[in-house]
């Protein structure tokens, strides 16, 4: 292969990589969040999250379970290498579905019904959590 030709392969090459990386970068559409609900792509908490905060990591909900009073707002963080969503089981008293979180992606929603709240990962279905909402 002449020098010329190598030269213009690595270009196009190079060419290529930058047009992928601005693609992937410009790719952030998300659906509009329910009511109740918001997105965030802010940076997670790097361990704990606080009382009303759950960390998506290891594949698992953590804490797997929270008790909160009505009009608390909890927080999801993605601190997993994978995409996660979280999504009301049927029955619970109100519904929420987000979108898919990636890493150091968030997901807020406000409880204001009582009740006891089950969840899941609709990605991972073995990942489960509930938050109960007490008045």
Not at 12 to 23: G, H, R
Not at 29 to 57: D, Y
Not at 59 to 86: E, I, L, M, Y
Not at 101 to 109: A, E, P, V
Request: hydrophobic share 40%.
């Amino acid at each position: 292969m002449s020098r010329y030709s190598r030269a213009v392969l690595c270009s196009a090459c190079i060419a290529l990589l930058i047009f992928a990386c601005i693609a992937a970068g410009c790719s952030s559409a998300q659906a509009p969040a329910a009511s109740g609900a918001t997105f965030s792509n802010a940076a997670p908490p790097t361990s704990s999250g606080g009382a009303n905060t759950i960390l998506i990591k290891n594949f698992a909900f953590d804490p797997s379970s929270v008790t909160v009073k009505t009009g608390t707002t909890v927080t999801w963080v993605n601190q997993d290498g994978a995409p996660h969503t979280v999504v009301s089981d049927a029955g619970s008293p109100a519904a929420f579905t987000s979108d898919s979180l990636s890493t150091g992606n968030s997901y807020k929603f406000t409880f204001t019904q009582p009740g006891t709240y089950t969840y899941h990962c609709s990605i991972h279905p073995s990942m489960a959590g509930t938050i109960v909402v007490q008045q």
